[in-house]
């Protein structure tokens, strides 16, 4: 039994969604933006696809677009994100192997007291039925069904990296949860808060891990998921 999985991140359409914080001096808008996977992938009876984000601030660059954060300015509150676009096919799934793919957010705040950052969306499903989410910080194991992520350099798999507080760590001060920051373990919540900021702060790399494994059980079909990243400023 295989399943294929295509993309985890994409540059499609997207959905736009803002919230505010105000006072009597100043309102930061907080925008999200989400895209779907516009392609699909199919061996035998199993198809998926899942994305992740589109940028929120910014530029980026790959071999048709170019990304960087701008400027702060002075005397007024800044709140930047990027999530670099792209889409990849992690290839056909089986109980043997675990798929696996990263994105990259980047966050950048000033003139407030942090921010969190979020990830949200169900995990891949079809007609009605979703992939087993690990609720705990659990290794990856092919042939158990499972559906995950981590801020973390893995080895098993061999993908992810932690934070790069850019330009230095006296400078940026983006953490990661104690749930998403070990090596080799993956967790997912729907919603669930997976690196923050105490304070103001240059920005911060964030690569997201994202681990599927299928069990024989899997039912077959057209799998199919779309994750954001939400991330609010704090004040």
Not at 68 to 80: H, I, M, N, R, V
Not at 83 to 106: C, F, H, I, M, R
């Amino acid at each position: 039994m295989a399943l294929v999985v295509v993309a985890f991140l994409s540059a499609g359409p997207h959905i736009v969604s803002a919230q505010s914080s105000d006072s009597e001096n100043y309102r930061v808008t907080e925008t999200q933006f989400n895209s779907g996977a516009t392609l699909e992938g199919c061996s035998g009876e199993y198809c998926t696809r899942s994305s992740l984000g589109d940028p929120a601030s910014g530029r980026s660059q790959s071999s048709g677009s170019t990304a960087s954060f701008g400027a702060a300015t002075d005397g007024e509150p800044l709140l930047e994100v990027i999530v670099e676009p792209g889409q990849s096919d992690l290839g056909v799934l089986d109980t043997e192997n675990t798929a696996a793919k990263t994105a990259l957010v980047k966050i950048r705040n000033y003139l407030s007291e942090g921010y969190t950052l979020q990830i949200i969306g169900d995990p891949p499903k079809y007609d009605g039925y979703m992939l087993s989410t690990l609720s705990s910080p659990t290794a990856a194991t092919p042939g158990t069904e499972q559906f995950g992520i981590n801020i973390a350099a893995n080895t098993s798999p061999n993908i992810g990296a932690d934070p790069v507080q850019t330009p230095s760590d006296e400078t940026s001060f983006g953490i990661v949860e104690d749930d998403y920051k070990t090596p080799n373990l993956f967790k997912y919540e729907n919603g669930g808060v997976v690196a923050y900021s105490n304070s103001e702060s240059g920005q911060t790399d964030y690569t997201i891990s994202m681990i599927v494994n299928i069990a024989n059980s899997t039912p077959a079909g057209n799998y199919d998921s779309d994750l954001s990243a939400i991330v609010t400023p704090i004040y």
